[in-house]
């Protein structure tokens, strides 16, 4: 159920450039922004690149994208 929440003018500034940036709408940014953070605070060991690789390969199998991993 969606709910309007408040948030400070700076970070609605920097959503709005992100936004922008990334191709999202401006909901869209705060809200992959706490996705992350969410992660982040759940797995404080895994570096950004890898929650990032985590959250773009659970779109993917979302989307019935996916191929099977090879170690390197």
Known sequence: M????RVSDKLLQEARKFS???HRSI????EHWARIGKCAEENPDLSYECIRDILIGIEELDHGEHSEYEFG
């Open 2 to 5: 969606p709910a309007a929440v």
């Open 27 to 30: 909901t869209g940014q705060i």
């Open 20 to 22: 922008k940036i990334e």
